[in-house]
Structures are given as structure tokens and as C-alpha cells.
């Protein structure tokens, strides 16, 4: 006698879906050296990105994004380490000024292959005081 296994028997309107998960090693954070500042004031903010896995990485650039609005940037916000290895952490500063009160998220990202990490939102507070230029 054979036997054979036959697949399971599917209802007509039932669709089967495939996917690829990619999971990237690198974890985001980011650390801002005020929660609120003056007009015309500048604020860090430090951005570390951690590979949890074992193996060295490479090329990972680090960013920072915000509201145009009412932020701007004292210089680059972007930064490349060229390799990061397993364990390790490595880190980006990166100055943001207060040009209009109000209250704006700050993030930070890492990209590794094509993919975006980003780190949990940060708001800083932009309030009143003698208008400086950025």
C-alpha cells in the first residue's frame, strides 16, 4: 500500500500570503542636551546607534530629522561610520537652533543596507526670548 500526503484543503476564497522579514541589528537612540530653549539657541542632540547583533556592519549613516519650520541646523545632519562592530556603539552630534516658539518632534535614524532604523520621537520646546539669528 502507498501513501501519499495530500495538501490541506483550502476554501475557495482563502489567499496565501508570503513575506520576507528583515531584521536589522542596529538600535537607534537619541539624547538631546535641553528639552527647551530660547529663540536664537542652539540645542545638541546626540544620536547612538548600538549593534546588538555579533557580526561588524558597515557603513551605517546616522541623521537627524525635524520640523524646517521652525528648527534649523548649525551644520551637518548626516554622519557615516564606516563600520560598527557587533556589541559596539558608535555615536553622532549634531546642533539644531530654536527659530520659531513652538513645539517640535526630533528624530534620529540609522541606515544599514536600505533600511531605515529610527529612534523614539523627542520634542523640544522653542519659547520666547530676544530673537537671535540661527
Request: hydrophobic residues 45%.
Given at each position: 500500500?502507498?501513501?501519499?500526503?495530500?495538501?490541506?484543503?483550502?476554501a475557495a476564497d482563502e489567499v496565501g500570503v508570503?513575506?520576507?522579514?528583515?531584521?536589522?541589528?542596529?538600535?537607534?537612540?537619541?539624547?538631546?542636551?535641553?528639552?527647551?530653549?530660547?529663540?536664537?539657541q542652539a540645542v545638541?542632540?546626540?544620536?547612538?546607534?548600538t549593534n546588538l547583533g555579533t557580526q561588524t556592519v558597515r557603513s551605517v549613516t546616522l541623521s537627524v530629522r525635524f520640523e524646517p519650520v521652525g528648527l534649523v541646523?548649525?551644520?551637518a545632519t548626516t554622519a557615516r561610520l564606516s563600520q560598527l562592530k557587533g556589541g559596539k556603539?558608535?555615536?553622532a552630534s549634531f546642533k539644531l537652533c530654536g527659530a520659531a516658539v513652538g513645539a517640535y518632534l526630533v528624530l534620529a535614524q540609522a541606515e544599514l543596507d536600505g533600511?531605515?532604523?529610527?529612534?523614539?520621537a523627542r520634542l523640544l520646546v522653542v519659547t520666547e526670548g530676544r530673537p537671535a539669528k540661527c
Open positions: 500500500m502507498l501513501l501519499a500526503a495530500t495538501p490541506p484543503a483550502r508570503t513575506a520576507t522579514l528583515h531584521v536589522s541589528p542596529i538600535v537607534v537612540d537619541l539624547e538631546l542636551s535641553a528639552s527647551s530653549v530660547r529663540i536664537g545638541t542632540a546626540r544620536v547612538t546607534a541646523p548649525k551644520g556603539s558608535g555615536e533600511a531605515t532604523i529610527e529612534s523614539q
